[in-house]
């Protein structure tokens, strides 16, 4: 079974760009989470969402949003980027939620310069 | 919102060496998963602890959950290079919502050959 992919993997961004960042979950699994790794703050969770609706969101500013398409491949869209959006995005795929197993995708290393 | 404190935050040993990562938290736990991160890598699923007091074992790593379910701890006996990288817990707290799971900051494990 494929794991996780995230595309892109790498990114580079400026100061007030928006980006999306996508995610394909493991086939059969409806729950997606977006988690943000940072050395200062650990894994901070943005939101999960499954079978297309959202089900928790995080303490993050409404910049940060999601979706999550009926195929169940789910994408991030974090809009007017700050400095301090630098930072690993990591999303995660589960079959019933992120209260069970959850399968980690290698990530998309986003840079605001 | 849920805090769950991991300690220690880096740990030193020489190969062969014990190893120890504590999980403590404030309030009840639901249950608590375990991931490991190798360095540049992603979060991978080690275990979940869900009864009181429970005791895991794979291979060289013991998992265990605090009776009053308000902590959990993996141990790794006899430590080798292919252990390094950061362990972290992830808390689960009965009634769900964004804090309903929470990450550790992790320790990580630096081995000395």
């Known amino acids: 079974k494929a794991g996780v992919t995230q595309t892109p993997r790498y990114l580079i961004k400026t100061r007030g760009q928006q980006v999306t960042l996508s995610c394909s979950p493991i086939?059969?699994?409806?729950?997606v989470s977006w988690y943000q790794q940072t050395p200062g703050q650990g894994l901070q969770f943005l939101f999960e969402?499954?079978?297309?609706?959202?089900?928790n969101k995080g303490n993050f500013p409404g910049r940060f949003s999601g979706r999550q398409f009926s195929n169940s491949r789910s994408e991030m869209n974090v809009s007017t980027l700050e400095l301090g959006d630098s930072a690993l995005y990591l999303c995660?795929?589960?079959?019933?939620?992120?209260?069970?197993?959850?399968?980690f995708g290698p990530g998309t290393r986003l840079t605001v310069l | 919102g849920q805090q769950v404190m991991q300690i220690p935050q880096y740990q030193h040993v020489q190969e062969g060496e014990d190893f120890t990562t504590y999980c403590n938290s404030s309030?009840?736990?639901?249950?608590i998963q375990w991931y490991k991160q190798r360095p540049g890598g992603h979060p991978v699923f080690l275990i979940q602890?869900?009864?009181?007091?429970e005791v895991k074992k794979q291979k060289r790593l013991t998992f265990q959950f605090g009776e009053a379910k308000k902590n959990s701890s993996l141990h790794i006996t006899a430590t080798q290079t292919t252990d390094v990288g950061t362990y972290f817990c992830?808390?689960?707290?009965?009634?769900?919502?964004?804090?309903?799971?929470?990450f550790g900051k992790g320790t990580h494990l630096i081995i000395q050959p």
């Open positions: 995660a795929s589960s079959l019933l939620g992120r209260y069970n197993e959850q399968f």
């Open positions: 086939s059969g699994h409806r729950s």
């Open positions: 969402y499954f079978s297309e609706t959202q089900r």
């Open positions: 309030t009840t736990l639901s249950n």
């Open positions: 602890l869900v009864k009181s007091g």
């Open positions: 992830a808390a689960m707290y009965s009634g769900g919502g964004a804090d309903g799971l929470t």
